[in-house]
């Protein structure tokens, strides 16, 4: 099962900054939170990674807690082309570097 | 720079024939995972593998299905006697090592009639 809980679904107006969370009370120190966006069926995408600091590139920001139990990514000005289904993922580390993707936020950026 | 290959990009087979589908990584990069997607479902870890070596096959259905990476060309995914509960999107993915992102590529639908 995932390590990670996302809300279902999220609706963001274009131009607005879009916050989606993720809630992953039971990470281990040594796990990576991942966020990936899957667009229609296409294959998903990588948008940003981290441990426990911020961090930031051209297409997003990654905001953990400094408990570590909680992240957003956040999308500073949503575009159309940013509907997409969300995948926060928890980097499990048994025996190999696999991931497990949960069921995601599905996001409609609004005109 | 091109990404990760898949193909066919989709696939039809009848009942109980094999499938055959089709993985070529970023350059450079010599570990590749497989995964299957059925729909409004998230991706389900299947293979893990690198060259000429099966790492971790956890996800793997027991029959029917086997993978395999050799030293030279794709990665090959393959599934004998398919059946209709088959019928999914299977995505490969490639890292340069095993601690780096996986990048994934657009998939392979297979449908199984």
């Known amino acids: 099962d995932a390590k990670t809980t996302q809300p279902t679904s999220m609706d963001c107006a274009e131009g607005r900054a879009a916050n989606l969370p993720c809630n992953h009370s039971t990470i281990s120190g040594n796990e990576y939170v991942y966020w990936y966006r899957q667009i229609h069926s296409q294959g998903p995408q990588y948008i940003i990674h981290?441990?426990?600091n911020n961090e930031t590139n051209e297409m997003a920001s990654l905001i953990i807690t400094e408990d570590r139990k909680s992240s957003t990514l956040i999308l500073p000005h949503a575009t159309l082309r940013d509907t997409a289904v969300y995948y926060c993922?928890?980097?499990?580390?048994?025996?190999?570097?696999?991931?497990?993707f949960g069921t995601g936020t599905r996001l409609k950026v609004l005109a | 720079n091109a990404g990760v290959m898949q193909n066919p990009r989709h696939l039809v087979r009848r009942r109980g024939q094999e499938a055959r589908l089709r993985c070529s990584p970023m350059?450079?990069?010599?570990?590749v995972y497989w995964y299957r997607q059925l729909p409004e479902e998230g991706l389900k870890f299947m293979v893990y593998?690198?060259?000429?070596?099966?790492?971790?096959e956890s996800g793997m259905p027991k029959e029917r299905f086997s993978a395999e990476f050799p030293k030279e060309g794709p990665s090959i995914l393959r599934i004998q006697q398919v059946v209709r509960g088959d019928s999914a999107a299977y995505f490969c993915?490639?890292?340069?090592?095993?601690?780096?992102?996986?990048?994934f590529g657009p998939g392979t639908r297979l449908t199984v009639l």
């Open positions: 350059k450079g990069h010599s570990h």
């Open positions: 593998l690198q060259k000429e070596n099966i790492i971790d």
């Open positions: 981290g441990l426990k």
């Open positions: 993922i928890v980097r499990v580390i048994i025996g190999t570097y696999k991931y497990i």
């Open positions: 993915a490639s890292s340069l090592t095993e601690a780096n992102e996986q990048f």
